[in-house]
């Protein structure tokens, strides 16, 4: 069964840094990319950031270029995504997918593009 986990989440004061983890288990991550989404209360679940299978080709949406970083390292069987210059606007439960395409897709932002989910990661940015 193809599962994947979030992990990392938390609370932190306005300009810290948190680094999210998505680990697979039951199948083999190396073969798909896999995107990270955020859902903050109230609002539609959006696309941060994507990283193809080799990690070679990396997404991001302009509120978070320049201060997240997407990256993997498939010996891990993990995707990670370092946030930094956090503001509270980041305030969102984080979640992982892949729709089991190597590469993202045009429409890596539309969360319909994508079949598997994990159950998300709390982010809390606040003083």
């Known amino acids: 069964q193809l599962q994947l986990v979030e992990s990392g989440g938390g609370l932190v004061q306005p300009g810290g840094s948190l680094r999210l983890s998505c680990a697979a288990s039951?199948?083999?991550?190396?073969?798909?990319?896999i995107g990270w989404f955020r859902q903050a209360p109230g609002k539609e679940r959006e696309g941060v950031s994507c990283?193809?299978?080799?990690?070679?080709?990396?997404n991001y949406a302009d509120s978070v270029k320049g201060r997240f970083t997407i990256s993997r390292d498939n010996a891990k069987n993990t995707v990670y995504l370092q946030m930094n210059s956090l503001k509270p606007e980041d305030t969102a439960v984080y979640y992982c997918?892949?729709?089991?395409?190597?590469?993202?897709?045009?429409?890596?932002?539309?969360?319909?593009?994508?079949?598997?989910w994990g159950q998300g990661t709390q982010v809390t940015v606040s003083s």
């Open positions: 039951g199948f083999t991550l190396d073969y798909y990319a």
């Open positions: 997918a892949t729709d089991r395409a190597a590469i993202c897709l045009a429409h890596w932002r539309r969360r319909d593009e994508y079949a598997y």
């Open positions: 990283i193809s299978s080799s990690g070679g080709y990396t």
